[in-house]
């Protein structure tokens, strides 16, 4: 079992930034993948960015050049540095880790991420 605890969120003027952290406990080491989704009013859900355990990253084309997701070296917890934020940001941001092969999915309860112009 693995259980992830979001925080770092909050209310930040448009062009500010925030740093979301994702900390996991329990059995990490059965963790491959951690990342971090959002799911806005009206759309749906959205991966924002995630790494592997070998440190490979993928982000949305709607965050590239000003979010970067990073992870600790004992891979346990995972980052999200957000950087000229805009209203179209405001989401609640989950942290998500499956275990190789997506045999496991576990997720966070979520941290608000609200920008206002």
């Known amino acids: 079992q693995v259980q992830l605890v979001e925080s770092g969120g909050g209310l930040v003027q448009a062009g500010g930034s925030l740093r979301l952290s994702c900390a996991a406990s329990?059995?990490?080491?059965?963790?491959?993948?951690m990342g971090w989704y959002r799911q806005a009013p009206g759309k749906q859900r959205e991966l924002v960015a995630q790494?592997?355990?070998?440190?490979?990253?993928t982000y949305a084309d709607s965050v590239k050049g000003r979010f970067t997701i990073s992870r600790d070296n004992d891979k346990s917890t995972v980052y999200l540095q957000m950087n000229s934020l805009k209203p179209e940001d405001t989401d609640v941001y989950l942290c998500?880790?499956?275990?190789?092969?997506?045999?496991?999915?576990?997720w966070g309860q979520g941290t608000q991420v609200t920008v206002s112009s």
């Open positions: 329990g059995t990490i080491s059965s963790i491959d993948t």
């Open positions: 998500n880790a499956r275990t190789a092969y997506g045999w496991r999915s576990y």
């Open positions: 790494i592997t355990s070998g440190g490979s990253t």
